[in-house]
């Protein structure tokens, strides 16, 4: 037996909106006794409102990234009754900028034929007539996460109820044109989420539940770096004990936060001239020690010419398996959203440097160990770019009674 829950935010703000002050939305899902929540039932609904100094934006060219509604999310965190951190993901719209389409493009090769056609207007913006209306556009969007990819026993004796908490982005993070006019359009749009709730299910625990005394799951955590030359060695004291696995994605540091660039683009690495930068080598050490690979990961030969296709594919399928190492279903078929914007922008590109550790049945300890990715590039003229690190690690929360619970990295 299933039963079907709504919630409001317990902050009470009628609007969320960086610009009103208001970046937080938050729900307090508490303690049911005999129940059990159905992680991946959990929706975020509501409306989303666009405009610019009070009035519609107009059909000038103001892009948002494919993601869709998810851009204006850059954190989820979610807490113990007690407070205790059991999951937060900073730069979250960045983490499923990888995440969405990775899964999406594992779909498209299973279903290529139908999957297009299965995005329901009442689930995400239509792709139509998005920026040049104040008209308010109803969403209904998952949490991909690692807790929520399981289920989670909310009696007094286990949890004792969890606590979602979702911070929104600026923006400038959200909008942005690729055009000058679009650009000078697209400086001061605003966006404005309103009638927010939340809805999940919860079923009768079962008796292995009610015994329960800890439960793992896999947690998502965030870690930013800059990449300023052609050897870049990214150091890491995660205090991690059991990584599934890692991946990177990369922006140039000034398109951060600023209206004239996609914040949240994942393309490769560009130098200064707007030049593709080749990565040439990277090399993945753990405590100095080179793991799990046990030789540099190369693109190009001793000549300098670029190694096969198949190779290339190779590369490109373990960083998509370094996002898809476990049970995390982001149902891409019915709910990824679609590339909604008023102009075409290129949304081929799912560029990131990924590293597997699920092939080690536990993970792999970096609890004492420094992780260190190193990346080389061939630019003359390189520019400054930020890398967002997302490892994946296998936490366990522990059930300490009254709904206390403490959690194990």
Do not use: W
Request: net charge neutral.
């Amino acid at each position: 037996m299933t039963f079907n829950n709504y919630l409001e935010p317990s902050n009470a703000s009628a609007s969320v909106s960086p610009s009103n002050g208001s970046p937080l939305i938050q729900f307090n899902i508490g303690s049911i006794q005999n129940q059990t929540l159905i992680g991946t039932s959990v929706r975020l609904n509501g409306k989303i409102k666009f405009s610019k100094n009070g009035g519609a934006i107009g059909d000038v060219g103001v892009l948002l990234n494919n993601i869709g509604i998810y851009s204006v999310l850059s954190q989820l965190q979610i807490n113990g009754r007690n407070g205790s951190d059991i999951e937060t993901i900073d730069n979250y719209n960045r983490y499923l900028a990888s995440a969405f389409k990775s899964t999406l493009g594992q779909q498209k090769q299973m279903n290529s034929s139908t999957i297009e056609n299965l995005t329901s207007p009442n689930v995400y913006v239509s792709t139509k007539s998005l920026l040049n209306t104040m008209s308010e556009k109803p969403f209904s969007l998952e949490l991909p996460c690692g807790l929520l990819s399981g289920d989670i026993p909310l009696g007094m004796d286990q949890s004792g109820g969890i606590s979602i908490n979702l911070n929104v982005a600026q923006n400038s993070n959200v909008f942005f044109g690729l055009t000058p006019a679009s650009r000078a359009q697209a400086n001061g749009c605003e966006y404005e989420l309103l009638d927010l709730n939340l809805t999940f299910n919860t079923r009768l625990s079962t008796p292995e539940e009610l015994r329960m005394k800890s439960m793992q799951y896999n947690s998502i955590q965030t870690f930013t770096r800059e990449v300023n030359n052609n050897h870049n060695s990214i150091n890491l004291n995660t205090g991690l004990s059991r990584v599934v696995s890692m991946f990177a994605n990369f922006l140039p540091s000034s398109h951060n936060n600023n209206y004239n660039y996609d914040g949240l683009d994942v393309s490769p690495f560009k130098d200064n001239d707007d030049l593709i930068d080749n990565v040439v080598k990277i090399q993945v050490l753990k405590g100095g020690q080179k793991t799990p690979y046990l030789f540099d990961l190369e693109t190009y030969n001793n000549s300098n010419h670029q190694l096969s296709t198949q190779l290339a594919r190779n590369f490109k399928a373990v960083f998509v398996n370094s996002i898809n190492t476990t049970s995390e279903c982001y149902r891409s078929q019915t709910n990824t959203p679609p590339n909604f914007r008023l102009l075409p922008i290129d949304s081929n590109f799912n560029y990131g440097i990924g590293v597997p550790y699920s092939t080690f049945a536990n993970g792999v300890n970096f609890s004492r160990d420094q992780f260190t990715l190193i990346i080389d590039k061939t630019s003359i003229n390189p520019q400054p770019y930020s890398a967002f690190c997302f490892f994946k690690n296998i936490n366990t929360l522990n059930f300490n009674g009254n709904g206390n619970v403490s959690i194990e990295i």
